[in-house]
């Protein structure tokens, strides 16, 4: 908001897992997984359900990237069905009733289906064992960190009305209305950055790929809009000399997940504001327990988007420097 609004505020701006598109986040993902879990009972996910899902994710989908570290360098490569985990006889354990099954289809599918095409992403597939605590293994809607996140949104700034409740909302028809009262207000979805590009600014933003609250490709739609617009305005194609996207494999909500998840994005914005020297690759560690006070586990490069961190095929797999970016 501050890039798009008020563009003479910063040289250098960082943005981390920005629910940018506000509005459409308290439908989209906060409404809509409160409403997937806890409309019907059985749709509920407990730990273990979470732990099943996360480990077959990475039986699937793991190694496309060529490295089998419990972490998917992009996971919109992945399509791993959860009808896979559906129990098949009523005893069964260890397995996924068929309204998880729903459940859990609906969370990575995102409500555009019921909203309106391209209304919102959903979540991605990936790190699921260890990010879905809270924000979708919760026992009750309260409880639930996107319902702690959304529902006083709805109660308090949409309906004005404490005692509102979630079942009856229409997806299909509500939201247009939400949108007129308040996007204006606490949306920042305007891809026009020229202003701030024109007087020199920066802008490094970043965002979990397994973020289980921000849906990770929104930042990815945000970037293109800005590319397009550019592009559009005879400005350089993929605004990188001024704007830089990077996607962080594995990380959840601004940190935490199985992926390198320690970096240092304001030293990369110093450099590029004070001395011109644009962000080409950003070092990002593992430590053991996510305490960089412990050991070191695994290091890693985050590539400028659409690059990738790819690996070479030789050397260590843990070590950064076996990986080059590529698109």
């Known amino acids: ?20 598109n506000q509005t459409h986040h308290e439908v989209g993902v906060h409404l809509w997984v409160v409403t997937t879990l806890y409309a019907n009972p059985a749709s509920q996910l407990g730990e273990a359900q979470a732990r099943l899902v996360g480990a077959a994710v990475n039986r699937a989908c793991d190694a496309l990237d060529g490295v089998r570290d419990g972490v998917l360098e992009d996971p919109r490569r992945c399509h791993f069905d959860p009808a896979a985990l559906q129990c098949r006889t009523a005893e069964a354990t260890d397995c996924l009733s068929a309204a998880q099954v729903r459940a859990v289809r609906r969370l990575w599918d995102g409500p555009d289906a019921e909203a309106a095409a391209g209304y919102y992403p959903g979540l991605e597939r990936g790190g699921e064992a260890t990010l879905w605590g809270g924000w979708i293994v919760a026992n009750s ?4 960190t996107h319902g702690a996140l ?8 949409v309906y004005r009305n404490p005692a509102w409740d979630f079942h009856g909302f229409n997806f299909r028809t509500e939201p247009a209305a939400i949108d007129a009262q308040l996007a204006d207000a606490i949306d920042a979805i305007d891809p026009d950055l020229r202003p701030f590009q024109r ?3 920066k802008l490094i933003h970043y965002h979990g790929y397994s973020d289980p609250d921000v849906p990770p490709r929104s930042s ?10 550019a592009h559009r305005s005879g400005g350089h194609a993929d605004s990188g000399d001024f704007y830089r996207l990077f996607m962080v494999p594995g990380m959840g909500h601004c940190g935490g997940g199985p992926g390198p998840n320690s970096f240092d994005m304001l030293a990369a914005l110093e450099r590029w504001v004070e001395s011109g020297v644009a962000p080409q690759r950003i ?3 593992k ?3 996510d305490d960089p006070a412990r050991a070191v586990l695994r290091t890693r490069p985050l590539c400028p ?11 260590n797999s843990d070590d950064a420097s076996s990986f080059s970016c590529a698109r």
């Open 1 to 20: 908001m501050e890039a798009q609004r008020y563009p003479a505020d910063y040289d250098g701006i960082i943005a981390g897992d920005p629910d940018y």
């Open 141 to 144: 809607p309260d409880e639930n």
């Open 150 to 157: 959304g529902l006083p949104f709805f109660r308090y700034f």
């Open 199 to 201: 007087r020199g600014g």
């Open 220 to 229: 990815i739609e945000y970037h293109d809009q800005v590319v397009a617009r």
């Open 283 to 285: 070092l990002a560690t």
């Open 287 to 289: 430590f053991q327990d």
């Open 305 to 315: 988007y659409p690059s990738f961190a790819h690996y070479r095929g030789r050397g």
